[in-house]
Each structure stands twice: as structure tokens, then as C-alpha cells.
């Protein structure tokens, strides 16, 4: 058994925000007391707390992890252990992996890799299409019972409404999420970073924010007509959260996450440095701005990171030749106490709620601490300075824009089924 002393619990399911102990034994969390009351046997593990906060296990629903296929840029396993440093305990990985993750063998392989590295639990979501080309619809029903958690061609979107519509249909049966990378791909085609005074200052092809609010605007219709869940992946423009809210005045099953890049950067950031080239590209300001108060306002469901590690020799080229895509887990609550917190935006129950019971729900799961309840939990300090070294990630790839940036506020220890699988 471990006993978790002194901590400040932080559980948005419950509303709780108290010094509370929790006692874990085995996978499953066996009592939540006041603290000091909760009588532990005499051969429990402690772990002190105290100045820290005590959360759910984050939930990270966006990241790649590259394998199979990309092994030299991560694996399963490194990208889980840099996911553990970050304190996540569970991560959803997209299926744009060589092969693509369109069928159950492919899902039960990631699976199986994921038991042996150990720790971070890995939720595959598997494609939307064969091979995510836009063409046939993939085997989603036998994806579903191999272990997939939710549909996605990301790295592009759905390639016609007509296959949208289809995928939504075949979803909302098997009450899966639909997770849309949305992108009208016409409007999109050749651009490296988002349109704008900056894309005609440094002489690259951008691309409009309607590239990505046409697409949402597309699949909000569909989620209308076919009553599917429509979850709105790395939303990054103001006209997209538009959308957002207005499919949830309208009742319909729409969620949306925002990246902590999105919230952090912008499109004036950008200076022929790859390492600040992705997809959804850095936006203009007034969408940065649109996309902290939908993280206020409850608009924005998640936070996640689209962890996208791309290694050196892919990465270190001309901006415009280079792959889309940064790593995301080391520094995603580093920049959401920065960004949301300690800028007074958000209350730290709101900002823990976009970690935890926030994807939690997008993916219909809970995320609470209780008795009862999975022993997942996410130990974090609010105020101790440290600095990014992106040299120390055991990630395979360096494609960070924030190394070298110090943060106040870290992961200090990652718990999963009752295991303490990273400790700072
Ligand atoms: O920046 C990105 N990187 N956006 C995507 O949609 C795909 C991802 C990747 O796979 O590298
Ligand atoms: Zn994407």
C-alpha cells in the first residue's frame, strides 16, 4: 500500500479542494481521509505531499508515438517515459504510425508494446479510413474490440464530408468519438505556417484560418445529422471555437482540445525555426486570445499536446521542408500553470479539470479521486523554478521551441495502478 501524506487534492469530479491523504493499495484507491486521520498499516510506503498538489491522472488524447514504423524518431517506450516525466498516466496515440493503425492487429501490437514498456497506460485511436487515404472506411468495429478508444485519419482530415458522414454514422453505433484533424485540405495545400503580415515578412506560403474553421463547420453539420460524438482535435482558430459554441448551445455532442502551444505562442513567434512549425500552424493573436478565454469559459474541453517527435535529421532543415509537428508532454502543465494560472486566467481546479476529468469525459470514461477508484494520480508543485533541458527528455527527438525556458511548477510524481512510475 502507499500512503499519500499531506497533499492538497485537487479533483475537479468532486469539486474537492482540500489537504486531504489518500491511500492506494494495489490499482485501486482505498480511502480518501482527512489528513493525519487515515489509518495505514504499519508496511505502507509514504509518500510526503506535503506543498504539493494531488490530482487525477492527466490524460493526454492527442499524441504520436511512432511506432510502429518511425522507431528512430520515438518508440512506444520513450515516448511513454518522457509522457511519465510530463505526469501523464494515460495517453491516446493517433494511428498515423507505418503501417498506418487502420485494423485490430495493428491496435493489439501497439497494446501489447505499451504492456512491456510499462507504466503510462496508451489508449490507440485507430483511422478513420484504410490507411487514412479518404477512400474506404476502416474496420472500426473490429479496431473497437481489439481496444481503440476513439477514430481519427489526424494528420489530415476526413478527407470528404460524404466519408465524414459515413464514419460518424458507424461511430455513434459503436459509440465511439470522432476525432477530427480539421483541415480544408485546398485551402491548406503547400502552406508551412499560418497566412498573415508575418507569412509575407518571412517570404512562406500560409494558410488561412478558415483552413481549419471550414472543415468544423463541415463536421458540425454532420454531428447534427448523424447524432455522433464530434471531438474537434488541436483547435487553433478563433472562427473553429465559434463553431464549437455553437454546436453546444445547440445541444449537439461536440467537444474540442487545445494544444499548450496554441495557447502559448503565435504566428510572430515564427522565424525560419522549425522547431515552431505544426499543424494546425501558430495562429494570429485575437485566436490565441479567443482560445484562452474558450479555456476559461468551459468552450474548450481538454488540453493536449500533440506530441509530434520528429528526430534531428528530419527536423534540422529549411523551415519550409521541414515535418510539421513539436513535443509536447515535458512542458504541457509547465505552460498551462504559466499561461492559465500564475496569469490569473484560470482557477488551478479549472486548469486540473482540462488534464483529467475534461478528456476524461471526451472519451467516456472517470477520472476521480475516490475510493473505489483507479489508483491514477498526478503530483505536481506550484511554484518551484526549473528549466527545460530538452537534451535530458527520453524522448528520441529534441523538436522543442521551449528549450531553455524556465517554469515554475512541475510534475514531481506520476502514479499508475497504484505504482509510482516516475518521481522527480
Ligand atoms: O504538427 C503535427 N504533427 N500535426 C499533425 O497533424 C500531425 C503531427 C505528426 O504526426 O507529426
Ligand atoms: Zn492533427
Not at 186 to 194: E, K
Not at 398 to 424: E, H, L
Amino acid at each position: 500500500m502507499l500512503l499519500i501524506k499531506n497533499g492538497r487534492v485537487v479533483d475537479p469530479a468532486s469539486k474537492t479542494d482540500a489537504a486531504l491523504d489518500v491511500l492506494l493499495d494495489g490499482e485501486k484507491i482505498r480511502e480518501v481521509g482527512a489528513a493525519g486521520k487515515i489509518s495505514a498499516p504499519q508496511d505502507a510506503e509514504i509518500f510526503d505531499a506535503s506543498g504539493l498538489i494531488v490530482a487525477p491522472g492527466f490524460i493526454d488524447i492527442h499524441v504520436h508515438l511512432r511506432e510502429p514504423g518511425q522507431e528512430s524518431s520515438e518508440t512506444i517506450e520513450t515516448g511513454t517515459r518522457a509522457a511519465a516525466r510530463g505526469g501523464f498516466t494515460a495517453v491516446c496515440c493517433m494511428p498515423n504510425t507505418k503501417p498506418v493503425n487502420d485494423n485490430a492487429s495493428v491496435t493489439r501490437f501497439i497494446l501489447d508494446r505499451a504492456k512491456i514498456a510499462g507504466g503510462v497506460r496508451v489508449w490507440p485511436m485507430g483511422a478513420a479510413s484504410v490507411g487514412s487515404k479518404g477512400e474506404a472506411i476502416a474496420e472500426i468495429a473490429g479496431m473497437k474490440e481489439a481496444g481503440i478508444v476513439g477514430v481519427s485519419d489526424d494528420g489530415k482530415p476526413i478527407a470528404t464530408a460524404k466519408l465524414a458522414r459515413q464514419v460518424m454514422d458507424y461511430c455513434r453505433s459503436l459509440d465511439l468519438p470522432v476525432i477530427e484533424h480539421a483541415e480544408d485540405v485546398s485551402l491548406a495545400a503547400g502552406a508551412v505556417m499560418r497566412e498573415g503580415v508575418t507569412s509575407t515578412r518571412l517570404g512562406l506560403r500560409g494558410m488561412p484560418a478558415a483552413a481549419e474553421s471550414v472543415c468544423v463547420a463541415r463536421d458540425v453539420q454532420l454531428a447534427e445529422l448523424t447524432g455522433a460524438r464530434l471531438h474537434i482535435a488541436h483547435l487553433s482558430a478563433k472562427a473553429s471555437l465559434e463553431q464549437v459554441r455553437w454546436a453546444k448551445s445547440r445541444g449537439l455532442r461536440v467537444t474540442c482540445e487545445a494544444t499548450p502551444h496554441h495557447f502559448t505562442l503565435i504566428d510572430e513567434d515564427v522565424e525560419y525555426d522549425s522547431r515552431f512549425k505544426m499543424n494546425p500552424p501558430l495562429a494570429a493573436r485575437e485566436d490565441r486570445e479567443a482560445l484562452l478565454a474558450g479555456l476559461a469559459d468551459g468552450t474548450v474541453d481538454a488540453i493536449a499536446t500533440d506530441h509530434a517527435p520528429h528526430e534531428p535529421a528530419l527536423k534540422d532543415v529549411e523551415f519550409d521542408r521541414a515535418p510539421f509537428g513539436i513535443l509536447g508532454f515535458e512542458t504541457a502543465l509547465a505552460l498551462a500553470l504559466e499561461q492559465l494560472v500564475h496569469s490569473g486566467r484560470l482557477s488551478l481546479m479549472r486548469m486540473v479539470e482540462l488534464f483529467t476529468s475534461g478528456p476524461a469525459r471526451i472519451l467516456g470514461i472517470e477520472s476521480k479521486i475516490a475510493a473505489g477508484q483507479a489508483a491514477n494520480l498526478t503530483i505536481f508543485s506550484l511554484d518551484d523554478s526549473w528549466t527545460y533541458d530538452v537534451k535530458e527528455s527520453p524522448s528520441k527527438s529534441r523538436n522543442s521551441p521551449f528549450d531553455g525556458r524556465t517554469f515554475k511548477g512541475a510534475p514531481v510524481a506520476t502514479i499508475v495502478a497504484g505504482r509510482v512510475i516516475y518521481q522527480r
